[in-house]
């Protein structure tokens, strides 16, 4: 199915344990351990997520991104993905547009993420979205691979 540039893509938020949220974060850990070793793939249990956003068109699920909180201020976004068959069109800007309101709504200061150096497109979509980055924090800290990224909340 190819989704034309103008096409309606439906953002909402929706249970990460659904379905259709388990079969996108499964397809992204595949797409991650092609890219990475194990142990630079830094998944999220559905339970984690504060916010789980999927992306659909004409009903099916065709990306994700979720938020979790980190402090009071602090919000981070993680399991960004857009299947294969679906990039190009602007999805994973709009599930980031998506999260980052809902990051404002909530009254968080501060967004953070991690993306990988094997993940070019990721970054550019980041810097290209205002995003500066970062030393990296937690679990990232001790990751070579890790590349992350901030943004003040809106």
């Not at 096409?7 to 938020?13: A, E, G, R, Y």
């Not at 294969?84 to 800007?93: F, V, Y």
């Not at 998506?98 to 979509?125: M, N, V």
Request: proline share 5%; aromatic share 8%.
């Amino acid at each position: 199915m190819r989704i034309e540039k103008n096409s309606v893509i439906i953002t909402s938020s929706e249970d990460p344990s659904s379905p259709d949220a388990l079969a996108l974060m499964r397809e992204l850990d595949e797409e991650l351990l092609n890219r990475y070793p194990a142990q630079s793939v830094h998944g999220m249990k559905p339970s984690e997520a504060d916010v789980f956003i999927i992306a659909r068109f004409d009903g099916l699920a065709v990306g994700c991104g979720a938020l979790r909180r980190v402090s009071k201020e602090i919000v981070e976004i993680k399991r960004m993905f857009v299947r294969p068959t679906h990039r190009g069109r602007g999805i994973s800007r709009q599930i980031l547009n998506k999260l980052e309101s809902t990051a404002g709504a909530f009254g968080y200061k501060k967004i953070w993420l991690e993306t990988g150096d094997a993940q070019p497109e990721a970054i550019r979509l980041y810097e290209s979205s205002g995003y500066c980055r970062i030393p990296c924090y937690g679990e990232y800290g001790h990751d070579p691979r890790s590349v992350c990224f901030g943004k003040r909340s809106q």
